[in-house]
Nanobody, 122 residues
Framework: QVHLEDSGGGLVQPGGSLRLSCAVS????????KGWYRQAPGKQRELVAT???????TYADSVKGRFTISEDSAKNMVYLQMNSLKPEDTAVYYC????????????????WGQGTQVTVSS
């Protein structure tokens, strides 16, 4: 079983900051990749940032230098620090975990949080 709980969204003025949190609970399998995605109204879901083994990170060009993905492994938490927010960052943000299971039938699956709304507006 894998469960992800997103939180931390809200209304913020342009130039402001927010920190999103994702609580990850897992009973079996190995999390090989964690990430944040977002979906704005009328648009497809897009990658924002990912965090893989050895702290390798990737970011969408639109958020580089403004957003930072991090984790607290001891607490099974993943964070997205968002600074210098712009109106175009408005979207529902989702955290995702890619889980691989080697015991029993092999599986490689993505699990998603329920999403948290971020609105950047004056």
């Amino acid at each position: 079983q894998v469960h992800l709980e997103d939180s931390g969204g809200g209304l913020v003025q342009p130039g402001g900051s927010l920190r999103l949190s994702c609580a990850v609970s897992i009973s079996d399998g190995l999390i090989v990749n964690k990430g944040w995605y977002r979906q704005a109204p009328g648009k497809q879901r897009e990658l924002v940032a990912t965090l893989a083994s050895h702290s390798r990170t990737t970011y969408a060009d639109s958020v580089k230098g403004r957003f930072t993905i991090s984790e607290d492994s001891a607490k099974n938490m993943v964070y997205l620090q968002m600074n210098s927010l712009k109106p175009e960052d408005t979207a529902v943000y989702y955290c995702k975990a890619r889980v691989v299971r080697y015991s029993g039938p092999y599986s490689d699956l993505d699990y998603w949080g329920q999403g948290t709304q971020v609105t950047v507006s004056s």
